[in-house]
Each structure stands twice: as C-alpha cells, then as structure tokens.
C-alpha cells in the first residue's frame, strides 16, 4: 500500500509538472502572436491559471480514493494535451505569417532549352554545334544559360528574333534546332491557338535560373484599423515556384475601409489593353502597351505599378496568390462550393459543372478559375469565375471545422500566399475583428472593354486583347474613392 500511495503521489506531482508547463507553452504562444485582444488575454491568462491550481491541488492533496484520483488524472492529462496541441496551432500560426510577409529580396526566372519532341538530341552534352533561337526580350536570361554551357565546352549558334511568333514559327519550320526562353512565357505560348499542343510536342534538355531583385514594397497605412487602404491581389500562373516571376492571371484591387467595414473587389481582366509602369530596375517596357496579364512576368510591383497608373489610385499593399499551389489548399480545405448561373454550364474534357452550387476539388477548381473558352463573355467570365473561387476559398477557411486539419492548411498556404502587409498589420487586423466582430459588406466591381488583336510588347506580335471602355475605368476609380470616403460604391451609379 505504501508503495502504490508513492507511486500515486509521484505521479500527481509529475502531471501536475506537465500541467503547468503545458499551459504556459499555450499562453506563451498566445502572447508572442499578439492576436489576441487585452479584454480576452487578461481572463484567459487568469483562467489557466486558475484552472492550473485547481487541479494541481485536486492531483496531489485532495483526490484520496481510487475513482476521484483516476477522474482527475483522466481530466489533467485531456488539458494537456488540448494545452500542446493549442499551442502548437498558435506557432503553426505565427509560422505562416512570417512566411507570407517576409517578401523574397530577389525573385527567380527559369530558363530553358527547349527541343522538339522527335528530336535526337536527348541531353545538354549534346547541344554542341546546334542552332538555336532565342527572344530579343529574354537576353538576360539566354546570357545566363549561353555563359553555363559554355564552362561545360558548349557552344551554341544563336539566332535572335524580335517575336515569340517569329521565334516560334523558325522553331517548326526547322530554321533553328532549339529555342531558348523564359518558363514564364510558356502560358503565352499555350494560349496561341497554332502552338496550344507546345507542351506535348517539346522537351526541355537544359533548364538554369537567375533572379532579379523584387522592388514591391508596401505603402503603409498609419493604422491599418482604421485608415482605408487599397491591396492589390495578383494571381500567378508560375509553375516552377512560388517565388518565380510569371503572368499575372488574377488581378484584383481590394479596397478596404474599418470604419465602415466595406470591401470592394474591382476587378481587371486579365486581357486588358493598357500602359505597362514600372520602376527601375523592374525590367519592363515603360509606356509600351501590353495586356496587363503580361506585367506580372516582370516582377509583381510592375503590376501594382501599373494598375496605379490604370485606376489612379494609390496601392498600399499587394497579396500575391500562387493559383497552381490553389489546388492544394482546396484539396486540404475539403473543397469549395461555386454557384453556376442558368445558361453557364460547362461540359469539357477537363472541367464539368452544372447550373446551381458546384463542390469542386483543387483541380476542378483551378479549371474553373481558367476557363474562358465555354462563354461568350471570354474573359470576363472568367474573372468572375476567380472571385467565386477566392471568395470560396475564404468561406471554408474560416469555418469553425477547418481545426480539424489545421496544421496541413497553414502548410499549405504558407506555399500559397505573399503579402508586403507586416505581420503587426495582420495581427492588428485580427485583433480588431476580435474586438469589434464587424459584419464586413462585400462589394464588387469589374472593368470592361471590347474585344480586338493589338500589338503587345512582350510578344512582339499582335494578339487577343480587351480595349479599355473608359467609361469603365472611371466608375471604378468613383468607385474606389467612394469606399476611401467612406461611402458605398453602389451609391455610384
């Protein structure tokens, strides 16, 4: 009997251990977030505290028999473990927001070698003496892969082009062995309808990077709880990384006022024909035009830049979504519910939905969001398509039931998000909702304009491009302003 009375107080007092240090894990978690509101840390921290007492007093001197001993045990070891497992939510947390807004310094660009798929020619060894063309636009890049191959005693004879189009059509027509470009502009190869089979008709033999510097920087509210402020949110089509360089498929300006907790979404299609703007250094075309798709491959501050310039309006933070790595956060959220409107079913190979509310996994959803060539609207259903998609994505992440998975989804969008907004910002922005439970109102906005085939600099070559009606522009920019105000910008008619 004194040997089970020993072992019983050893451990109680071992639990009673594990208890305290348990709960401070939690509560120093909760603290070095700093998303907690004073009103909710002050009787959270008296609680544990509490709590923490009680039952050590219970463990080592109160609970004498059998039954009360092994109820508490039960009960000390659930709060512990409920404590470690909270606390290591909280740091899954904290992880996540110093990845999204720590904002890579430099961004990385892909370069390829890129040969037919009959080609004879299987690795780099063998590239010696062969013909290749390569963009007057993508000089940097082919200095980068010329240097390498030339270290390794591999000499290429190049050919420069002044278009994709040109470069590509010497490409078929045998004029050049190979061709060497940016992995960015890929996706713009495949939306030429002569060269939409380019992926299954070619390989790559040789493949480098190089990065450039990333100038996107934030513009600072005073205090982001109740200043207004604007975001740009850019939805990459990279496919060799989150922090490579590619087109900007998903543009969205949201505008955000606390005080009267409205949110307008103005979006721009990404075929839009306007005025690229960048800073030094970005490495675009000043003042050339371009669908505004094609500035997310120089960098996302030449986006944000130029969008500035487009609804003249100041961006004080960008939100950048890897919309490949999309399909994983929707697969570990469960998927998303989109609704489709009467007449705007689609019936393909690679996205089925039927009119009414959709549940799509991550692929379906990444289809959905991409798909443009089912409606007569193109483009602009498409756009449509992306704010249905984020906004789902929204909706199940802050449902109650995301917890039970929730360490996979904040891995999951710590590959998925960047944002020039601090995390003090974002810990601010969570505390205010905290404190003041806002309903937040959702407004929405889309720029429009008329088909055509202008020229694009990027391409070097005419192609399908949206005409701005400025008609458009400026009701997005009253718009816009009215929301900054403090109005609703469904008062702007």
Same mark, same amino acid.
């Given at each position: 009997m004194?040997?089970?009375?020993?072992f019983?107080?050893?451990l109680?007092?071992?639990?009673?251990?594990?208890?305290?240090?348990?709960s401070?894990?939690?509560?120093y978690?909760?603290?070095r977030?700093?998303a907690?509101?004073?009103?909710?840390l002050?009787?959270?921290?008296?609680?544990?505290v509490?709590?923490?007492a009680i039952?050590?007093l219970?463990?080592?001197?109160?609970?004498?028999?059998?039954?009360?001993?092994?109820?508490c045990?039960?009960?000390?070891?659930?709060?512990?473990?409920?404590?470690?497992?909270g606390?290591?939510?909280?740091?899954?947390?904290?992880?996540?927001?110093?990845?999204?807004?720590?904002?890579?310094k430099?961004?990385k660009?892909?370069?390829?070698?890129?040969?037919?798929?009959?080609?004879?020619?299987k690795?780099?060894?063998?590239?010696?003496?062969?013909?290749?063309?390569?963009?007057?636009?993508?000089?940097?890049?082919?200095?980068?892969?010329?240097?390498?191959?030339?270290?390794?005693?591999?000499?290429l004879n190049?050919?420069?082009y002044?278009?994709?189009?040109?470069?590509?059509?010497?490409f078929?027509?045998?004029?050049?062995?190979?061709?060497?470009m940016?992995?960015?502009s890929?996706s713009q190869?495949?939306?030429?309808?002569?060269?939409?089979?380019?992926d299954?008709?070619?390989?790559v033999?040789?493949?480098?990077?190089y990065?450039?510097?990333?100038?996107d920087?934030?513009?600072?509210?005073?205090?982001?709880?109740?200043?207004?402020?604007n975001?740009l949110i850019?939805?990459?089509?990279?496919?060799?990384?989150?922090?490579e360089?590619?087109r900007?498929?998903?543009?969205?300006?949201?505008?955000?006022?606390?005080?009267?907790?409205?949110?307008?979404?103005?979006?721009?299609?990404?075929d839009?024909?306007v005025?690229?703007?960048?800073?030094?250094?970005?490495?675009?075309?000043q003042?050339?035009?371009?669908? =505004?798709?094609? @500035?997310?491959?120089? $960098?996302?501050? #030449?986006?944000?830049?130029? /969008?500035?310039? !487009?609804? +003249? %309006?100041? =961006?004080?933070? @960008?939100?950048?979504? $890897?919309?490949? #790595?999309?399909?994983?956060l /929707?697969d570990? !959220?469960? +998927? %998303?519910?989109?609704?489709?409107?009467?007449?705007?079913?689609?019936? #393909?190979?690679?996205?089925? /939905?039927?009119?009414g509310?959709?549940?799509?996994?991550?692929?379906?959803?990444?289809a959905?969001?991409?798909?443009?060539?089912?409606?007569?609207?193109?483009?602009?259903?498409?756009?449509?398509?992306?704010q249905?998609?984020?906004?789902?994505?929204?909706?199940e992440?802050t449902?109650p039931?995301?917890?039970?998975?929730y360490?996979?989804?904040?891995?999951?969008m710590?590959?998925?998000?960047?944002t020039?907004?601090?995390?003090?910002?974002?810990?601010d922005?969570?505390?205010?909702?905290?404190?003041?439970?806002?309903?937040?109102?959702?407004?929405?906005?889309?720029?429009d304009g008329?088909?055509?085939?202008l020229?694009?600099?990027?391409?070097g070559d005419?192609a399908?491009?949206?005409?701005?009606?400025?008609?458009t522009?400026?009701?997005?920019?009253?718009?816009?302003?009215?929301?900054l105000?403090?109005?609703?910008?469904?008062?702007?008619?």
């Amino acid at each position: 009997m004194k040997e089970q009375s020993k072992f019983s107080k050893v451990l109680s007092i071992l639990l009673s251990v594990a208890l305290v240090i348990s709960s401070f894990y939690l509560l120093y978690q909760v603290i070095r977030l700093n998303a907690l509101p004073s009103k909710f840390l002050f009787p959270l921290t008296i609680g544990v505290v509490v709590l923490d007492a009680i039952f050590v007093l219970l463990l080592v001197y109160f609970s004498k028999n059998v039954v009360s001993k092994i109820i508490c045990i039960v009960l000390t070891l659930f709060i512990c473990v409920a404590s470690c497992m909270g606390g290591y939510y909280i740091s899954k947390t904290q992880s996540v927001l110093s990845n999204i807004t720590n904002v890579a310094k430099h961004a990385k660009n892909t370069v390829s070698v890129i040969v037919k798929e009959s080609s004879s020619i299987k690795n780099k060894s063998q590239l010696n003496g062969v013909s290749v063309g390569s963009l007057r636009l993508n000089e940097q890049g082919s200095k980068k892969a010329f240097k390498e191959l030339s270290s390794e005693g591999i000499a290429l004879n190049q050919t420069v082009y002044d278009s994709m189009t040109a470069l590509l059509e010497a490409f078929y027509n045998g004029e050049v062995d190979s061709i060497i470009m940016n992995e960015s502009s890929r996706s713009q190869i495949l939306d030429m309808e002569a060269y939409s089979n380019f992926d299954s008709n070619t390989r790559v033999v040789y493949q480098t990077s190089y990065k450039v510097k990333n100038n996107d920087s934030a513009t600072s509210v005073s205090d982001i709880t109740s200043k207004p402020f604007n975001v740009l949110i850019s939805g990459s089509d990279t496919r060799g990384g989150f922090d490579e360089n590619g087109r900007s498929d998903v543009i969205m300006v949201a505008t955000v006022n606390p005080k009267t907790h409205t949110i307008l979404l103005t979006s721009v299609p990404r075929d839009f024909y306007v005025t690229t703007a960048c800073d030094a250094g970005d490495g675009c075309m000043q003042g050339a035009l371009d669908k =505004i798709t094609h @500035t997310g491959i120089h $960098g996302t501050n #030449t986006t944000k830049r130029t /969008v500035e310039q !487009l609804l +003249g %309006v100041e =961006i004080n933070y @960008t939100f950048k979504v $890897g919309f490949d #790595t999309v399909t994983e956060l /929707v697969d570990v !959220l469960g +998927g %998303v519910d989109v609704y489709v409107e009467p007449g705007y079913a689609v019936h #393909t190979s690679y996205l089925n /939905v039927n009119e009414g509310i959709n549940h799509l996994n991550g692929e379906q959803a990444l289809a959905y969001a991409r798909e443009r060539y089912s409606y007569t609207e193109g483009d602009r259903q498409r756009t449509k398509n992306q704010q249905q998609v984020l906004m789902g994505i929204v909706k199940e992440a802050t449902k109650p039931s995301v917890i039970t998975n929730y360490a996979a989804i904040m891995d999951t969008m710590a590959n998925t998000f960047s944002t020039t907004m601090s995390n003090e910002e974002i810990t601010d922005l969570i505390k205010y909702q905290l404190n003041n439970n806002p309903t937040w109102k959702m407004e929405q906005y889309m720029v429009d304009g008329t088909g055509d085939t202008l020229m694009c600099a990027e391409l070097g070559d005419a192609a399908s491009v949206m005409v701005p009606d400025q008609s458009t522009v400026k009701m997005a920019k009253d718009k816009i302003s009215a929301v900054l105000a403090g109005k609703s910008s469904e008062d702007v008619k």
